[in-house]
Each structure stands twice: as structure tokens, then as C-alpha cells.
């Protein structure tokens, strides 16, 4: 049998903006995803070396580690403010926040409302995944009606815990948002959607348009207690349902750019 050299294709490389190292995200999260989708359009864009990341804390706490651009760490919740405060230092540089749910949807939701409202240049990655996943699952402001975790081991009750906040559409209603959507990570589809969401974001930033969010559906085997495919079924059959993928804001000035 002969044996003949068959030529190979690369369909995928790693963001040189991405350190080469294992994470320390659980097998099946998709904050490794998230990761590689801003990677990539930081490169498209060639803005890696002129990139301000603000880490929160949370599972993302260690952000820092994985990208190869400037970063700092906020206090919790914080991230906003320090994003704030750097942009108008550096305003010519391109500024983002890594925030989970945890960390923006509660102890930091005055400060992504008030950056929301004020109109500050600049791009959040929200990710969503209904529970405070670094300290081992508890209710979160996006735990979804009758959800197990650590801290509601009978289900989220809505009459006494409230109803999960829905972050998208509660900033789209502030004047100083530009660009506010929600994307999943779940499947191949709404990964690509999401990539293009990021894109949108930046260049909103980048072209002084407003403040612009895109949330991202993620998932969270280890705490929802589901294998990685379970997980994404998860989000298709519990979370769309309640947080519905959309475009939330976009301001007639984002409408018009041609990307």
C-alpha cells in the first residue's frame, strides 16, 4: 500500500493575543470561547497593542493571565469605574470590561448603570450564567424561577427572592447606550453571531458612538451539575426562553455603520 502525502489545512489557530496556557475554567465552560472570540477581533482590528482590559471578580478574576494586552483588576463590581476612569485618561486607547453576572448584576449594577447612562466610551463582555460560579454556585441575580443552587436548594422562589434581572434590556432603556445585545455561546451558530456582536461593540467604542454591552449566554457544567452537552441543552431549553437572544439597543448612529 503506498502511502501518499496528503496536504493539510489549517481551519483554526490560537489568537496570538491569548497566552498559550490551560486555563483554569472547568472542562465545558465557555469562558475559554469568549476568551478566543475577543482575541480574534482585537487582532482583526489590529488594537492588541493598544488594548486596556479591566478584569472583575468571579471565574473571570484571572482574565489577566490569558490575554497578552495591558490589564488590571477591580474591586468587585467596580469594573465600570475603573474602565471609566481609564478611558478619560487614555481616551485614545481601546478599554473593556470581563465581568460575570455575578459581579455586574449585583454588587456592580450601579456601576454598569452609571456608565450605561453617562455614555461612556466603552465595551463590556457580560457573561451569563446564572449563578456566582467561583464560590461554588450560589443564587445569582440571573438565577432563573425554580433553579437549584448551593443557596436555593429549592429552587429560586420569586416571591420571596424576586425575578432574575434581565441586564440587556433593563440597560437599553438608559439615553447613553449605543449598542446593547444578547448572544449565546451554546452552539456554532451563536458563536459566530457572537464574534460579530464583539466586533460591533468595539467599533462602537472606537468610533465614539457610546457605551456598548454585549452579553453572552455561557455555560456552567460544574455548578448546574450537567455533563458539557448537557449544558448546552441547558441553555437552549431554560435559559433562551428567559433571556431571549436580540438586539436590544442600537442607536441610529451604530445602525448606520457598515460592518
Known sequence: MVMMDVPTKVVYERPAVLDPRVTHY????THGVAH????EVLEEMGEVGNT?????VGCSVFAYNYFNVDFVEAAHGRAPAMATGIKRLLPERTVFTYQGDGD???????????????????T???????NYGMTGGQMAPTTLPGQVTTSSPTGRDVTRQGHPIQTSELLATLEGAAY??????????????????IRTAFEVQKKGLGFSLVELLSTCPTNWGLSAAEAREWVEERMLPYFPLGDYKISPAVAELDL
Do not use: Q, W
Open 52 to 56: 486596556i482590559g479591566v478584569a472583575s
Open 26 to 29: 472547568c472542562p465545558g465552560c
Open 36 to 39: 478566543r472570540l475577543v482575541g
Open 104 to 122: 455586574l448584576a449585583s454588587i456592580g449594577m450601579g456601576e454598569i448603570v452609571g456608565a450605561a447612562s453617562r455614555g461612556e466610551l466603552l
Open 124 to 130: 463590556v463582555i457580560f457573561i451569563n450564567n446564572t
Open 180 to 197: 446593547v445585545v444578547r448572544r449565546s455561546l451554546h452552539n456554532v451558530r451563536e458563536v459566530r453571531r457572537a464574534k460579530k456582536a
